[in-house]
């Protein structure tokens, strides 16, 4: 795929173009909407195969491969009136919005796929669940970390309700380090110690010969001081309405 449309360049927008890009010898034709202007004129400025298009309609008609990445809310208004011709393969990464609503509203026969990029997508390292299945997006993907392909959409459902669970992850970190300064620690070096010690959680968790629930216990000592917090604090109360909020994020998003 050489001629990649993205139509919303926005956190993820620029993320998928920094990975297809940056340290790339051959990078692709990328065409970006003017949405985000400022980030489509720094990443146009930064990379000489991304270029501004008058509009999403140009979008569409320079590229073989086109990206919705606008926000669920916007997308009456991004994509009223797109002509989408049925060679153009079709990939929406906008939550919650199904496939047959984005035939419906682009009026094309045209391949369409879901999935579900994260910003780590910028380093090469997102798995990206798609659906249905399609050589040329997992091929894309497939660039960016990996491609994890799904069936139907409500196992997509899925993935998308835990991919909420990022910036609960980082307010975690946040409530971690807040808690160390008020004990005396100063900011800075409560900040930089957490940061690397979930960074070595990350790195642990590149070693896929072992499960979540194997690495937990392999980090763990009987009665030791990770036991009593999990099991004082991430107690069956504090998992079950963890899992409530889930439940409700996908009924939701059906």
Not at 62 to 67: D, F, K, P
Not at 125 to 148: A, E, Q, R
Not at 161 to 170: I, N
Not at 233 to 241: G, I, L, S, T, V
């Amino acid at each position: 795929m050489q001629r990649i449309g993205i139509i919303g360049v926005g956190e993820i927008g620029r993320a998928l173009v920094d990975g297809l890009c940056d340290g790339v010898e051959e990078r692709p034709e990328i065409y970006l909407s003017p949405r985000g202007a400022r980030t489509a004129a720094e990443l146009s400025k930064r990379y000489p195969t991304v270029h501004v298009c008058a509009d999403n309609q140009d979008v569409v008609n320079r590229s073989e491969l086109v990206i919705l990445a606008v926000r669920s809310q916007d997308r009456v208004e991004a994509l009223a009136g797109l002509r989408v011709g049925g060679d153009r393969v079709i990939v929406s990464v906008m939550t919650g919005v199904a496939i047959s609503e984005l035939r419906r509203t682009l009026g094309t026969d045209a391949p369409v796929v879901r999935a579900i990029p994260l910003p780590s997508a910028r380093e090469r390292l997102s798995v990206t669940v798609t659906c249905p299945s399609h050589p040329v997006v997992d091929d894309l993907f497939g660039g960016l970390g990996g491609t994890l392909p799904v069936a139907d959409e409500a196992i997509l459902n899925v993935f998308q309700a835990l991919t909420a669970t990022l910036t609960t992850h980082y307010r975690y970190l946040a409530t971690l380090a807040d808690w160390a300064a008020r004990q005396g620690i100063p900011a800075e070096g409560a900040d930089r110690y957490i940061r690397g010690l979930f960074q070595g959680v990350g790195r642990a968790l590149g070693d896929d010969t072992r499960s979540l629930q194997q690495l937990a216990g392999d980090h763990e000592t009987p009665k030791g001081l990770n036991e009593r917090l999990r099991t004082t604090w991430f107690d069956p109360a504090n998992a079950e309405a963890l899992t409530k909020a889930l439940d409700a994020l996908l009924a939701d998003l059906k």
